[in-house]
DNA sequence: TAATTTTATTTGTCTTACAATTTGATTTAT
DNA sequence: ATAAATCAAATTGTAAGACAAATAAAATTA
C-alpha cells in the first residue's frame, strides 16, 4: 500500500499510556452498541473498579473526552455521552492554524463546499425560509453586515444535519472574519456578496448539489482572493 | 440573529472548570504567537505554576489537548505543540456515530466533496500519478480489492494538504468499509467503480474543482446507495 | 400541598509520593 | 581519541488519600 501521511509520521502513533486505554474502552462501548449517544455512563468509582486505575487516570481519561466532545458531565449529576461534537473540540484543533490565513481558507472551502452538497440533498423549507430572510435583513443593513454573512453560512452548515463536523462552521466563521478585522469592506463587495447569495440559494431551492457547490465554489474563491489580496495590500502598505 | 444549533444547546456551553481554563491559557499561547506549532511547551511544573494550579488538574488539561492532537507528550522529553490533527481524535468523534449508517455515509459524502475540491486546486504530478498507479493496481487485482478503493481516496484526501481536518478521512473510510463486511462485491461493481476513479482522475488532472466535484458527488452517491441498499436488503432476509 | 432544610451523590481540586522512560553526562575500556 | 557501558537527571506517568463544591433527592416543617 501507497504510504500515506497519517502512517508515515511515527510520533503521530497514540501512545501506550494508562488514560488513552481507559478512553479506548470507554469508546468501545458505543462502538460496540452497550451503550449510546445521550446514556448516562457508570459513576466515576463503578468506572475505576471496572478499569482498575486510578482516579486521575481516570478524569484524565473522562477530560479529554469531554474536551473532543463526546461526554459531558455535570456535578452531582453524572457523565453522559453526548449528542452531537459542539464548536470547542474544532475551536481548539483549528487554533493550530491560528495567524495562518491559506490554511484557514483553505479550511472553511473544503468544509463549506461539502456541506453545501450535502445541504442540498437535505435542506427543510424553514431553512430556506430563513435563507431567504437572511439575504432581505443583509440587504436592508446600512452598516456592518458580516454578522449576516455569517449566519448565511451557518444555516445552510446546520442544516446539513451533521453531527459531527457541523460545529467546526462557527469556529471557521469567527477566525475568517477575524482576518478582515481593521480592513474595510466596500458597497460594492456587498452588492455582490449578495449577488452570490442568492445564487446559493436558487440551488438550493432547486435542491441540486452539483450546482450548489459551484455557486459556492464561486462564492468562497471570490472571499478568499479579497482576503488574500486584503491581507497583501496591509503588508505592502506597511513595508 | 437567527438562532444556531450550536447556540441553543444550553449543555453545550463549555463547562467551568479550572482544567478548562487552563486549556483555554494553553490555546492561547498559540493564537497570540507566544508559541507556534512544533514549539515545546513549558514543563509541567513550570505551567503549575504559570497557572497557579495542581498538578492533575494540570495534566487533565494537557491529556485532553494531547487527545485532541494539538499537542503531544514524550516522556522525559517533554511536551510540544502538533503540526498537524492525526487521524484518532476524529475516531473518538465519529465513534458517536456508531452504527449509523446515513450518518457515517453523509458525513463520508460532505468531507470528500470538500477535500476533492481543495484537491483538484492543490494536486501534486506525483499525487496524480500514485492515483493512476493505483487504478492500475486495483484493475489488476484479483481478489479483494477494497483496500485499493480506500487508497484510492486517501490519496486525494492527503493530496488536499489540509492539516486539521485531513485526519478525518482514514476513520471515515474505514468506518464505512466496514459496513460493507459480510456483504459480497460482485465484478460489475468494480469495473463501475474502476469508471468512475477514472472520471475524477481526469478531473483531476484538469485541475477542475466543479468537474472532480461532479464525478465524485456521482461516485459517492453511488457508493452510499449501494450501501443503504444492501443493509436493506440483509434486513430483509433476517426479517 | 408548598416551602424550607437536610442529606447524599457525584464530580472537582489538591497534596504528597513514588515509578517509568529516556536523554545526556560521566566513567571505563580499547 | 573513540566507543561502550554505566550513572544521573529531567520530565512525564501513576497512585492514594483527603477534602470541597455543586446540586439532586429526600425529609421536615409550615
Redo the contacts between chains.
Sequence with gaps: ??K???QL?V??V??DTL??KV?DQI?HL??S?QLK?GDKLPTEMDLQDMFQVSR?VL???I????????V???TREGTF?????????YE????????NIR?IA??R???????V??AAEKISDNDLH?LW??IGLMERQEGDYR?FDK?FH??IA?S?S???????I?PLLNMFDDMFAGIPTENKDKRFTIEQHKQIYYALEKRD??EA??CM?RHLDHARNRLLESVQDEKNRKG
Design positions: 500500500m501507497q500515506a501521511a497519517g509520521d510520533k503521530s497514540k501512545r488514560s488513552s478512553i469508546i458505543l462502538v452498541g449517544p486521575p478524569r484524565e481519561a477530560s479529554s473526552l469531554e474536551t473532543i466532545g463526546v459531558r458531565r455535570k455521552f453526548t449528542n452531537k461534537i459542539w464548536s470547542k473540540p481548539i484543533m483549528l487554533s493550530l492554524s491560528s495567524g490554511a483553505e479550511t472551502m473544503s468544509q463549506e463546499l461539502g456541506l452538497s450535502l430563513q430572510e437572511n454578522e449566519d451557518r444555516i446546520y446539513a451533521n453531527s459531527i463536523t457541523e460545529g467546526i462557527d448539489p452539483i457547490h459551484l465554489y
